[in-house]
């Protein structure tokens, strides 16, 4: 009886820990910066984020292969990947001292995620700059590719590398005004 009892214990410790998960981590594509956010006269708004379905949900989403796409499951987002890129874009443009009020919407056409290789996003953005004439909107669109190392905190910071970059070219054309135009690619 007592052999069997313990058949069974071990048994229920095993399937036990076999069912155990690793435990979620959890991503920010807004960088840690030292110092606060001067902010300067800026009053940015950020209109609309979209990004396409494949990669919209909690979990980090990455290429494989030419047509493949694999779930990160123990790999999340802080936020929404929407609500992300419309923070840590806020973020970054309050930190470029823009004098102006903006307002903005994104469109991103691509968000490509390959560990070992780069993270790459493609935007359509159309920015409205008030107080310059009739605040006509500019519509531009940024490819922007950073390369990455083969862990997911590597690519994430080569997403965030490209934030700060697309940041770039929106205060860019910002401190041009209307007369200017989209930035040249960099």
């Not at 690793?22 to 300067?40: K, V, Y």
């Not at 123990?74 to 874009?89: G, H, I, K, N, P």
């Not at 443009?93 to 691509?110: G, P």
Request: proline share 5%; with cysteine.
């Amino acid at each position: 009886m007592a052999f069997s009892l313990k058949i069974t214990l071990v048994t229920a410790l095993l399937l036990l820990t076999a069912c155990r998960s690793e435990p979620i981590q959890f991503h920010t594509l807004t960088p840690a910066q030292p110092g606060g956010a001067s902010g300067g006269g800026a009053d940015i708004q950020i209109e609309a984020v979209t990004v396409p379905p494949q990669v919209d949900r909690p979990q980090i989403v990455i290429r494989q292969g030419n047509s493949g796409l694999a779930i990160l499951e123990t790999q999340w987002w802080a936020a929404s990947l929407t609500d992300e890129l419309r923070s840590a874009l806020f973020d970054q443009l309050v930190n470029s001292n823009l004098q102006r009020r903006v307002s903005l919407r994104l469109d991103v056409q691509r968000f490509d995620s390959i560990p070992g290789q780069y993270a790459l996003i493609d935007v359509k953005w159309r920015l409205r700059i008030f107080g310059s004439g009739d605040a006509a909107p500019i519509t531009c669109r940024s490819t922007l590719q950073t390369p990455s190392g083969a862990s997911i905190d590597d690519l994430v910071i080569a997403h965030q590398n490209n934030v700060k970059r697309l940041a770039a070219a929106i205060s860019q054309t910002v401190a041009a005004g209307t007369s200017r135009g989209c930035p040249t690619a960099r």
